[in-house]
């Protein structure tokens, strides 16, 4: 930054434009280079190759998912950026309630602040100094520019004639004939107040530009969030507070007090509307734009088809790139009303879904529960259960699947993380979604209906005021499914939702089942990755049952692909086929195609993460820990009898010995662990 002191010309600014130390370029440009510097990679999402931008995935609470909707976003600005018809349209993100969208404008816009406080990006704008001279403006001595206009816009307008400015560039800044060129395909005329003063200027020293030039001085836009420059949000207000001069500003009688001449449009005072302070080159966001009454909205249309604030016949061009949310049910109702339709004509809009990958939804679950450190009422620390998060995220994602004849809710939820879902492949869920989403009723398609993060943020916060979190200390994972159910009655509002959303509640429930089955058998064999071995051994042992170099031992040497180590191996029949017996494969036919399955995906998934471990295969996990858990420990009977029936001292020691496993070694505290178990005992959820 320059010194205060030191007053900054045009010629100054432009020369450092010429030397590539300062930008002109307009918001969908800047927009779109912030992007495109930071860096991209491809994804694979639902089976479709997609592109993932590193600044949407930086800081400590970033955007999870979102992959459509920020490609389309991006594809939006670029195409603005490259002069493509977006550039005379807003974007608008309809969806249903609490599923990221002003999480997302409001990320983007701190983002874009970040990116525009670093030198070379800043944002410039112009101040006109010394108008008492001039004799017709009162006291009224410097006047900034009302739009925070570039000086290079001022640049291109300082003669009357488009080849005498052209010639200024070249002739006295040393701008090249093609750089000039380029610079005005972002040309466009001063605002009226601008202009007009600008004209009152030169009458007063006589079209001499030397003299004209003194009155200029060159300032940086401001970057003061609160003040909403640059990046701006106008909440949708109530039909009698809101008006048009929210938006566009109005006459103003302190500046009628000073200006002798009643023509002069700078009696509007623009910045006391949100869209001025966001006119050179920012982020104007409209939070709930249909919500608005009809004739600000046609306000809308106006600026956003014409990039102009418009009062009286004035006209003050802007450079803004426009961003919009909305609900589902304000959009519909404003889509039935047939006369509003330039509005949405005059917009792209992109469906926001809700998250469905659950994966995913474990960060957005802990963004939820929050990463203070919790405490109960009385000031205690409140322990948090390792399976809350995965008991929670995998219950409102299930939610959020639509039924399909197809597939099964835990297979649309597996596949749609990327997972085995046994034979079903990513490209039945790929039909499915290309069937739902053919539905012209929005709600209809994939992930748009389900429990968003605001309801699941209410279940954790009913968890925290119940009395038994806070007599136990401790945030137990299955406690969320009642709270989840409580939400469920008491927030949605349809009948048929209610009914599927309280199924999937029972699904979640049968899962998260199935993993304490896993955790009780890593307790009883101390060990935090035994059912992992036994699933790698179990893979591991048919994939070496048809080795050359088997011998009549049935020792198999292979290579570790995690470790690089050589490793022997005895290749024990016997439990292979209690596995695939728990898998319900009885002929020699059904073993063989799964056998192949399995190496497929090895061969696959290994090329690709060598630390592989299919414990996302839960058919197979599950299997591999019932052989476990009912032959290894004499039945999985014998064990909850044993954990249920204290009476003996042997029973005693081996409760107090899992306890003590729980608490060491997989994060337990002493509640949550003694409820573990209490549930693993009792018969409840078993599918």
Not at 404 to 415: A, R, V
Request: aromatic share 10%; charged share 30%.
């Amino acid at each position: 930054m320059t010194n205060k002191k030191e007053k900054q010309t045009l010629k100054q600014h432009l020369t450092a434009v010429k030397k590539r130390q300062r930008c002109f370029e307009n918001a969908f440009q800047s927009i779109a280079r912030m992007i495109l510097e930071s860096g991209l990679e491809k994804v694979v999402v639902k089976g479709v190759t997609t592109y993932s931008y590193n600044i949407f995935g930086s800081g400590e609470k970033h955007i999870i998912g979102m992959y459509d909707e920020i490609n389309s976003f991006v594809s939006f600005v670029k195409d603005a950026a490259e002069g493509g018809s977006s550039k005379e349209m807003a974007f608008v993100l309809v969806g249903e309630p609490g599923n990221g969208k002003t999480f997302f404008i409001e990320f983007l816009c701190a983002r874009y602040r970040s990116f525009l406080a670093k030198e070379k990006n800043r944002k410039y704008t112009f101040r006109l100094n010394s108008l008492d001279k001039l004799g017709s403006y009162g006291r009224i001595t410097t006047i900034e520019s009302q739009t925070y206009e570039d000086p290079m816009i001022l640049a291109m307008n300082l003669f009357e004639e488009t080849e005498e400015n052209k010639d200024f560039l070249i002739k006295n800044i040393g701008f090249p004939e093609s750089e000039v060129e380029k610079l005005y395909e972002n040309y466009r005329p001063l605002g009226a107040c601008s202009a007009y003063i600008w004209n009152d200027i030169r009458n007063f020293t006589n079209g001499n530009m030397d003299d004209m030039l003194n009155f200029v001085e060159i300032i940086p836009v401001p970057l003061i969030e609160s003040m909403g420059t640059v990046t701006g949000k106008y909440p949708a207000k109530d039909k009698i507070t809101s008006s048009s001069v929210d938006l566009l500003g109005e006459e103003s009688i302190q500046r009628l007090l000073h200006i002798t001449d009643t023509n002069n449009p700078y009696r509007f005072d623009l910045k006391r509307g949100a869209l001025a302070r966001v006119a050179g080159g920012g982020i104007h966001f409209s939070d709930e734009i249909f919500k608005n009454k009809r004739d600000l909205v046609q306000v809308y249309l106006g600026v956003i088809q014409n990039r102009n604030i418009e009062i009286d016949g004035f006209k003050w061009p802007i450079d803004t790139l426009i961003l919009a949310t909305s609900n589902n049910s304000e959009f519909n109702r404003f889509l039935s009303e047939k006369e509003e339709a330039p509005i949405i004509d005059r917009c792209r809009i992109s469906y926001v879904s809700h998250n469905t990958d659950y994966k995913l939804q474990e960060k957005l679950t802990s963004y939820a529960i929050g990463n203070e450190t919790k405490t109960t009422l009385d000031n205690e620390n409140l322990h948090q259960d390792p399976n809350l998060n995965y008991a929670a995220s995998i219950a409102v994602v299930l939610t959020r699947l639509p039924r399909s004849e197809k597939l099964t809710p835990i297979e649309t939820m597996k596949l749609a993380a990327g997972e085995i879902a046994g034979e079903k492949s990513i490209k039945t869920l790929a039909e499915v979604i290309d069937t739902l989403n053919q539905d012209p009723e929005i709600t209809n398609r994939f992930g748009q209906k389900g429990l968003g993060q605001r309801n699941l943020g209410r279940a954790i916060q009913l968890m925290l005021e119940s009395s038994e979190t806070n007599e136990g200390r401790c945030m137990f994972a299955y406690d969320v499914f009642k709270t989840l159910e409580r939400i469920i009655l008491d927030y949605v509002s349809e009948a048929n939702d209610r009914t599927k959303y309280l199924e999937d509640i029972k699904t979640a429930k049968g899962l998260y089942r199935e993993r304490i089955m896993t955790e009780m058998f890593n307790a009883y064999m101390d060990e935090p990755l035994a059912i992992r071995k036994d699933v790698m051994n179990y893979v591991n042992m048919i994939i070496g049952i048809d080795a050359e170099n088997l011998g009549p031992d049935k020792m198999w040497k292979y290579k570790d692909p995690q470790t690089g180590e050589l490793r022997a191996m005895k290749i024990d029949e016997r439990y292979i086929k209690s596995v695939e017996e728990r898998l319900g494969l009885k002929t020699e036919e059904q073993r063989e195609t799964f056998r192949t399955s399995i190496r497929k995906i090895y061969g696959q998934k290994l090329s690709i993460d060598p630390n592989y471990d299919f414990m996302d295969n839960l058919e197979l996990v599950k299997a591999v820990t019932d052989v476990r858990l009912k032959s290894d420990i004499a039945g999985a009977g014998s064990l909850i009898g044993a954990l249920a029936n204290r009476t003996n001292e042997e029973n005693q020691k081996l409760y107090d010995r899992m306890v003590d496993t729980m608490r060491n070694k997989l994060n337990y505290c002493k509640t949550c662990a003694q409820k573990t178990i209490e549930y693993f005992c009792t018969q409840e959820d078993e599918k």
